[in-house]
């Protein structure tokens, strides 16, 4: 039983690059939640997705940062024109009920580095 | 505005000892409580949770305390061993009020130490 898969695990990008993370949820899981955590700091909620849908995305920056959950594949979370304040650990969680009643169980995480 | 707060950056404890890692919330509409352990480089493993009808939930070594009028609660670990080494979170949630949906939200995290 494979736990929440995430790829890259490390990803380096230039300053103006695209960033692109995927994460495959516990199989039977359909929820998927993105945090992000900055060095020295807890874990921040970005957003939370439902196949095909994007139930709550407040803790998203208005610009640049998008996320997906299609109906097949992997969820994306997406980061266009990256800059060195995006470098951070990008932790992507499943659970498999109706949202926040289940423990949410988290991948391994893409490190982000942005020189 | 930080709702969750973990106030010791640090813990460290002897084998065999108690540990006790604290975490203060200012949400009332927090209704769900978490703890998760995180090594370095790996994501956070889920070890206990406990709901706010409770006050207290266990699991072998681990034991969770909500003290809901004072808005804290304690995570137990006895006896510590030194595998317990990690960084401890408490996360919280408000699973049926206003919009939240559930999304967690984490304190910064205690580096728990057990020494040998």
């Known amino acids: 039983n494979a736990g929440v898969m995430q790829n890259p695990r490390h990803l380096v990008r230039r300053r103006g690059q695209e960033a692109r993370l995927r994460c495959s949820p516990m199989k039977g899981h359909s929820h998927v939640y993105w945090y992000r955590q900055l060095p020295e700091e807890g874990l921040k909620f970005m957003v939370y997705l439902q196949k095909e849908n994007i139930i709550d995305e407040s803790g998203m920056p208005k610009e640049r940062f998008s996320a997906e959950f299609p109906k097949e594949g992997p969820s994306i979370l997406r980061i266009q024109q990256v800059v060195r304040g995006d470098s951070a650990a990008y932790f992507c969680?499943?659970?498999?009920?109706?949202?926040?009643?289940?423990?949410?169980?988290f991948g391994p995480g893409t490190r982000l580095t942005v020189t | 505005d930080q709702q969750v707060k973990q106030n010791s950056p640090s813990l460290s404890v002897q084998e065999g000892r108690i540990s006790i890692l604290n975490c203060d919330y200012t949400n009332s509409m927090f209704d769900y409580f978490l703890w998760y352990k995180k090594y370095p480089a790996e994501g956070p493993t889920f070890l206990i949770s406990?709901?706010?009808?409770?006050d207290k939930n266990e699991d072998g070594r681990f034991t969770v305390f909500l003290n809901k009028s004072a808005k804290h609660l304690s995570l137990h670990i006895v006896p510590s061993q030194p595998g317990d080494s990690a960084v401890y979170f408490c996360?919280?949630?408000?699973?049926?009020?206003?919009?939240?949906?559930?999304?967690?939200?984490f304190g910064q995290g205690t580096i728990l130490t057990v020494h040998p």
């Open positions: 996360a919280a949630s408000a699973r049926y009020g206003g919009t939240s949906y559930g999304k967690l939200t």
């Open positions: 969680a499943s659970s498999p009920g109706s949202g926040g009643l289940d423990e949410q169980y």
């Open positions: 406990i709901s706010s009808i409770k």
